[in-house]
Nanobody, 125 residues
């Protein structure tokens, strides 16, 4: 059974950094497009960043451009989301998800079929 497990969330002050990790079991992440999504209380789940597996093309939501970086470590079967200059509005549950194709068309939840359980990120002083 395909499983994704996120880790790295926590409480951080505004301006701080966190690195989220997404590890897969039972399949090789390198073959698939991977996305990071987040959902804040009372809001819809939104795409934060996605990465394809063919050419490494990426997408970033406007709200995180220049602050977040998505990357892969194929040797560790892990996808990371480095989050810098965090703001209170980044507070949400962050999920990683896999699309069982090498490319993604849009970085939106319906495009991705396999999801992790999420990790909480709280940005507060």
């Amino acid at each position: 059974q395909l499983q994704l497990v996120e880790s790295g969330g926590g409480l951080v002050q505004p301006g701080g950094s966190l690195r989220l990790s997404c590890v897969a079991s039972e399949f090789t992440l390198d073959y698939y497009a991977i996305g990071w999504f987040r959902q804040a209380p009372g809001k819809e789940r939104e795409g934060v960043s996605c990465i394809s597996s063919i050419n490494g093309s990426t997408y970033y939501a406007d709200s995180v451009k220049g602050r977040f970086t998505i990357s892969r470590d194929n040797a560790k079967n892990t996808v990371y989301l480095q989050m810098n200059s965090l703001k209170p509005e980044d507070t949400a549950v962050y999920y990683c998800a896999a699309r069982l194709l090498r490319l993604f068309r849009l970085c939106v939840p319906p495009e991705f079929g396999y999801w992790g359980q999420g990790t909480q990120v709280t940005v507060s002083s």
